[in-house]
């Protein structure tokens, strides 16, 4: 089973949905959640951090829940320029700063 | 954010040959700087993580010979893909931390694609 799983889309959606991502861990010893963005060819970017209580930061909400070790991301209003790859990035105890990365969803926002 | 170089930005070489990848911190001293490759429409995977002035930590299955790492300054860190062959050719991602930072935080640099004939 791989570490962080995720759905790889593509989610094709029209500009200004609302459209929700997944992502399940396998180790109950994940200590740390992120969702980073990464456009084609490129780097990835942290989009944000993910906490217990959940949390938001304008059209994106992120939430966590550890008793069933999933992870999730929303996107409202959903812009032509939200069209990238979405990962899923966990830090297990103990890990140091060592990221995990999900094989990530890709979103395409369309016209 | 910090800035996070990487050279060459694509590379293609020759089976057998060698590549140098260098990887800079530009506005930061990066005491542990990531090395990752990414396979198509796979996930980013670690190859090896090095702090600097000592030896790196590879991952299991890395090979430490072919992968060769030097972290020799706060702002430099290079792998070396030794004797490339086709199945070598890849998206090399770099990435840096800094104490003085969140642990967590970590710049990539744009990444380099090696492609091997």
């Known amino acids: 089973r791989k570490e962080v799983e995720q759905d790889p889309g593509p989610f094709n959606v029209p500009e200004g949905a609302t459209v929700a991502f997944n992502c399940t861990y396998s180790n109950s010893a994940s200590q740390s959640f992120f969702w980073y963005r990464q456009d084609c060819r490129k780097e990835p970017k942290l989009l944000m951090s993910v906490y217990s209580s959940g949390n938001e930061d304008g059209r994106f909400t992120a939430q966590l829940n550890r008793a069933s070790q999933y992870i999730s991301l929303l996107i409202r209003d959903s812009k032509l320029s939200d069209s990238a790859t979405y990962l899923c990035v966990v830090i297990l105890t103990g890990g140091g700063n060592k990221l995990t990365f999900g094989t990530g969803t890709q979103l395409k926002v369309e016209l | 954010g910090a800035v996070v170089s990487q050279h060459p930005s694509r590379v293609i070489c020759k089976s057998g040959t060698s590549v140098k990848i260098e990887c800079r911190s530009l506005d930061f001293q990066a005491t542990t700087m990531f090395w990752y490759r990414q396979f198509p429409k796979k996930s980013l995977m670690l190859m090896a993580t090095s702090n600097e002035g000592s030896k790196a930590t590879y991952e299991q299955g890395v090979e430490k010979d072919k992968f060769l790492i030097n972290h020799a300054s706060l702002t430099l860190s290079t792998l070396t893909v030794t004797s490339a062959h086709p199945e070598d050719s890849s998206f090399y991602i770099c990435?840096?931390?800094?104490?003085?930072?969140?642990?967590?935080?970590?710049?990539f640099g744009p990444g380099t694609r090696l492609t091997v004939t």
């Open positions: 990435s840096a931390s800094s104490s003085g930072r969140q642990s967590y935080e970590q710049y």
